[in-house]
């Protein structure tokens, strides 16, 4: 086992395989992240961003069964020799039903049930608690039921919960998909937050593009357990082979592309208007 | 019924008392029940449960369940009736007993329930009581989800019914026979729930070791006079029934 050149999470020639399954859920996937990145992970339903997550989370294959080939390394140490628990403690999860997440009744046992788990002093707990809370700004939700709260208060508890563990790494898979387009947005401003002012190393999984073109520093495009594209969002979405690969673009890329497509193509709703603006522009002149 | 185990946020006495003397205090009521046939002694049992009740400010929340709770004793007390073989009288007394024992038992656990949170039942019966944390947790976790369960299945039911299953027409045999379509996706969806919690518990943790609790409720000196008083009360109720008081021949 090599530590090798000071990647958090590392993937080398990972593939894997759900029990009684006849193909591989990830293909020889090649991917070495830093500490203190932010990518997203996009591709159709069934192209692995999930296994992918869950592999790194310590899901697969502990949890799940199934045969694996090369290794996941976590700080240089191969994450199949660690338990579910020990990985838990470095790398924070996130699931996308904010239902089946919120395992306790009110804010406060949600949030020290990860703690009390891996028995941190109680004295400690009330300081962490306070802080995750204020990360995710939910720090006035502290006395409430959980059944009380919005899809995206919880969405931002479940984030809080998992940031109360001092993670090193959160990973979030699809953490949007229930909500709608302001508690989505709520997610990622708290996400794009975490990761300007704490440092933190983010890895997500998402359908809706024009949130990962906006928020992520890096891209990877997944197809059928392969990693087919991996850049900057706007080197992704401005690639050549990006139709064919089953990824909804951001309405403005796409539109911009399927008119001007020899132009350089807006990735944001800002750039987009900018980019009408010249359009009509260089008309008008 | 969705509501009848959740804990209810109030504020009153009976909800700073230790869980550890409610507890003592339900299962003392229910030997006390269990000890004496008498109406009239058991009547007096369950006011008392009433006015703790009160005093927890919970009997209005649970009012709708005594009210199902009275159909079913006297329920209770026609079948008496109808299958006792001796004197009428003797009959009514008998199921007039055992509905309001029944009433007791039940209503002095949902005060219990009502009136203390989930993580300090876990608490105490780990940690004072050793039970082992996985079996309590389990347990706890599956109370917590009935209402989320309860709800699931009235989804379920709209969704079968907009389908043309006949749920809520027929006869009871047709009845149930319909409810097989509730059922079977109701199981597979709370199998598939349960999958996704183990996996939101795994990830942050559940099973390593050295556990640490973030607040224990501390024993006053009121949970030592509660529990002081529940073990009077039973001694003095084991002596009374061998004297034969409270007990009908």
Redesign the interface.
Known sequence: MTTSNNSLIQLNNFSYQYPHTANNALKSINLSLKKGSFVGFAGPTGAGKTTLIKSI???VP??EGGTFSGEVLLNGKAADTM???????S???V?D?P???I????V??EL???????????AE?EQRMQKALASVGIAHLLGR?T?SLSGGQKQRLAIA??LA?LPEVLVLDEPTSELDPLGSEEVFRVLKQLHQEQGMTILVTEQKTDLLARYCDQLVILREGEMVLSGTPREVFQHPDIFELGVALPEVTELARRYYPQAEPPITLDEGVQFCRNVIQTFGG | MARVIEYIYRDSIIHQLNPLSKLAWALGVMVLALTFNDPYYLLALLISVGLVGLTGRVMKDLSGVMKGLSIFALILVLLQVVFYHGAYREAVTLGIAMGLRMMTVVLSFLVFLSTTQYKDIILVLTEKMKLPYDYVFMFMTSLRFVPTFLNEAIQVGYAQQVRGCPIDSGNPWRKMKAYIAVALPLVLISLKKAERLAIAMETRGYGSNNRTYYKEPIISTLDYFVIFLVVVLIIGAIILRCKGLGVLH
């Open positions: 989370n310590g899901i502990h949890f338990s579910t628990a020990e990985i838990g403690r790398v924070g999860t699931l039903d239902e089946a997440q395992i306790c009744l009110d406060e046992q020290v049930f990860g703690m009390e788990n891996y028995g941190v002093p109680p707990m039921s059944a919960a998992a563990m």
